[in-house]
């Protein structure tokens, strides 16, 4: 992969998650009955940071955890003849919650699907509302993301990368291109 473009650098990224941060609380009309869950891996810790946004705008720490989604992925038997289904296990009840799903790039809605799919197997939402870092287009269902950091129209010989710790040394998104395709 190619290198072609620094689209965040970590202030950009650190004011869009506040902004999203600053959406989710007013749509919410608060905090109550909220709970983030970041899709893992850099969905979880974009999670984690808008719960310590919450935490220092509103002064309530709202819950906040994981799901893993690849038991619910739509290409499962691709990936294993024999796939075993795990039921996601959530530390908290979702029943009549405002669940948010934080995940970093929205590209062709299958993982948002999937992580829907995690969330519903514990129970009944009050709703399910999506915060991406990028949306980058290319949808291959029909969602959409309630709170964007930045849309960023991308070819299908791109990619984007959001770089973020403890996965990476830095704190930054770039565009990237799969070179000759």
Same mark, same amino acid.
């Given at each position: ?21 600053h ?21 979880? &810790? ?7 946004? /919450? !935490? ?8 906040? @955890? +994981? ?6 992925r739509?290409?499962?038997?691709t ?13 908290f ?40 870092? &990028? ?7 029909? /969602? !959409? ?8 129209? @991308? +070819? ?8 973020i ?5 830095e ?7 799969l070179?000759?395709?």
């Amino acid at each position: 992969m190619e290198f072609k473009a620094e689209l965040m650098d970590e202030m950009a990224i650190r004011r869009a998650l506040t902004r999203i941060t600053h959406e989710i609380v007013e749509k919410n009309k608060g905090t109550d009955d909220l709970c983030l869950v970041g899709i893992k891996r850099r969905g979880e &810790i974009l999670a984690e940071i808008i719960q310590d946004n /919450i !935490r220092k705008i509103e002064q309530v720490d709202v819950p906040c @955890t +994981s799901v893993d989604i690849k038991y619910y992925r739509d290409d499962l038997t691709t990936v294993d003849d024999s796939p075993v289904w795990h039921r996601s296990d959530l530390p908290f009840d979702v029943t009549g919650k405002v669940i948010v799903l934080v995940d970093d790039v929205l590209f062709t809605g299958r993982t948002a699907r999937a992580g829907m799919e995690a969330v519903i197997t514990c129970g009944r939402p009050k709703a399910i509302l999506l915060a991406v870092l &990028i949306d980058r287009g290319h949808r291959e269902l029909p /969602i !959409r993301a309630d709170f964007v950091g930045k849309n960023v129209p @991308t +070819s299908n010989s791109e990619l984007i990368e959001v770089r973020i710790p403890p996965f990476d040394n830095e704190t930054r998104v770039c565009l990237m291109g799969l070179g000759n395709r």
